[in-house]
């Protein structure tokens, strides 16, 4: 039957038909629908794992325990995975073991642009590439069989215009594949030092074979052209952009297209090199394919002509690799205002940014989520974001610097003393790796206050359940772990972790103080959900913030809180009711009383 | 291109679906930004005998659907020269500009008209809010979108039909109308 799919639903009818039995993910754009894809298929058992390196270990062990195991993540999650990576390399597998890493080449929502091939050749396992929704469909089936035949956990590499481009797709039906038998093998399954030698050696033995297969598969093949004046080598999206850059030659440019792209086929890039006259690697990012044909004493040109920098596109293969005129665009003399990511309306977030936003002699340590955007004017809160966990740890980092220093440079010239660190993260994120930072603070006792901004949903990502929703990934009711009790488990004391209602400001600004005031370590967590929850939603549709244009005085405090919802317009203040939600932030900032809540709650 | 909350998306879906059925080859982008509402929300839809690239390039679309007036300075580099340009008369302030950092330009629809000798510009959300909900302006605007592309052949109320709630479609098949008609 013929459909239209992004990449990642592709990737997820893929696995069902391929009888994939177990599959895990920690959401992460662009990879975060592939297991609600996945999880819509009744065969499949799909969980949320709490982070990347859970969700690999979980698939890991059903391969080994025979089933056909797929994990998924984007490309920083696999950072956090690659500790199993690298040594489930030398185990193999026994059920197929796929493990999908989704790259941001351009930075549509990650925090870098790194290149995940490397971790194939760097782990010394087969990797695929596809290049359309078709051949995810195709590629993840193919993926588990090759699994299996190299004893191997097997890379399925895709980026952002691979998983969030729909494109026509031919789906076929469920193959069931039998759980395999497990045999105990510690030869094989336990990796101590002796054993791990011993599988060091049959993985050289294992890439040897990988390389003839390379140079010989259905992955990697040869699209001649007309010609063999231009020949062209790429592999994943960049193979379309490819393709269109040259398609108005009329076929006459030749093409390696490449699918299996760890090992590299070194033969059949030799073979199609000294074929054709000149030669270009077309790739995103890193030089990934190029360095390896260079490697090979093969002349070819590419990077020094493409950007290193950002997504590629037709246009841009054309103006690099062709050259000539093209026409002027339209263009005005207008300078559009930028549009970046802001919080919501009606965000939780936004009470204890806030508060935050008062004290200039803190710093913040941010984390990954929405939160995040409390950088943005006007609130302008956050100090640092690395990735996933970071705040809790990075921040006990800064308090150790600034106990030496005596103070910020930027507070020690305002006469200010010693900064106090907060940290900001939230439920998943915490859930994810924050919880270790935690524990660290507590025992070498840096006395930093974390700000666990619980909205009871993985947001950013777009709401996927978390071990603090009480919901599996399929909306079944489970256990739901209680972060106050985490937080005291930890050993933070009972009096120092305080839940506090973001929407109401006086509440939320008495417990940063007493954080702020504490020389222990003091959590502070928030308790609103996200606005963007449908329940939420509904219940608050028709209610929102009026203001009062006769007690109005125009002073903008109001305009401080950072609400898309505000604006100042024709001289008086404007509250968009559509998008308000009636959080009443505003109206609590305000000095005059001109804002106050109005409509009625939904039952 | 529109601001996220704005059905852009949606609306991509709807069109790449039915052209789909129609037997072209499609491939649809989107890039959703990392904020759920607010912003900047662009998506690609690409059709033909064959498609190879998902992403359509600078001076490449045939037709540019703004949601968002200033949306449309923000991507008409994108529209081919002699392509048609189609502006939802409907202004969403970014923060940037509700904190004062940066201003809100002035007469982008007269100064997008003397650059596009192919511009409509009309106020989709009035009109979608007149038939009964705001939130259909992204079907009012696809609608126009079909009309500009001489896709009317196709039945897009039976892809609507199979794409919105069942109590929603007549107000979507009314919108979408409504926004054919304003192409004469």
Known sequence: MKEIMTGNEAIARGAWEAGCHVAAAYPGTPSSEILENVARYGEIDAEWSTNEKVAVEVASGAALGGARALAAMKHVGLNVAADPLFTMSYIGSNGGLVIVTADDPGFFSSQNEQDNRWYAMHAKIPMLEPSDSQECLDFTKDAFELSERFDAPLLFRVTTRICHSKSIVETGERGEVPIKPYDKNPGKCVMQPSAAMVRRRLMEEREAKLRAFSNDCKFNRIEWGSERHIGVITSGVSYQHAREAWSDMGGRVSFLKLGLTWPLPGDLIAKFASEVETLYVIEENEPYIENFVRRNGIECAGMELLPAIGELNAGIIRAAMRGGETPAPYKTDITAPPRPPVLCPGCSHRGIAF???????ILVSGDIGCYTLSVMPPLSVIDSVICMGASVSAGIGFRKAFSRAGAREDARKEGKKINKVFGMIGDSTFFHSGITGLIDAVVNRSAIALCIVDNRITAMTGHQENPGTGRTIRGETTETVDLTAICTACGVKPENVRKIDPYNLAETEKAVKDAYDSDEIFVLITTRPCALIKDVQRKRANVRCEVDDKLCVKCKACMRVGCPALAFRDGRIEIDGSSCNGCTICAQVCPRHAISQAGEFND | MGVGGQGTILASKVLSVGLARAGYDVKMSEIHGMSQRGGSVTTHVRFGAK??????????????????????????????????????????????????????????????????PRMI?????????????????????????????????????????DSVPPKLYELNARAFAAGAAELK
């Open chain 1, 355 to 361: 508060a935050l936003s008062k004290y200039k002699d």
């Open chain 2, 51 to 116: 498609v190879y690239s998902p992403i359509v390039d600078e001076r490449g679309a045939d037709i540019l659907v703004s949601f968002e007036k200033v949306e449309a300075v923000r991507w008409l580099a994108f529209l081919k020269r002699g392509g048609m340009l189609v502006v939802n008369d409907y202004e969403i302030r970014p923060l940037s500009v509700l904190t004062g950092t940066a201003e809100y330009p002035d007469g982008v629809t007269g100064k997008l008209r003397s650059e596009v």
């Open chain 2, 121 to 161: 510009a009309f106020d989709a959300v009035k009109i979608a809010s007149d038939l009964g909900s705001v939130k259909a302006q992204n079907v009012v605007l696809l609608g126009a979108l079909v009309k500009g592309m001489k896709l009317d052949h196709i039945d897009w109320n039976a892809v609507l039909k």
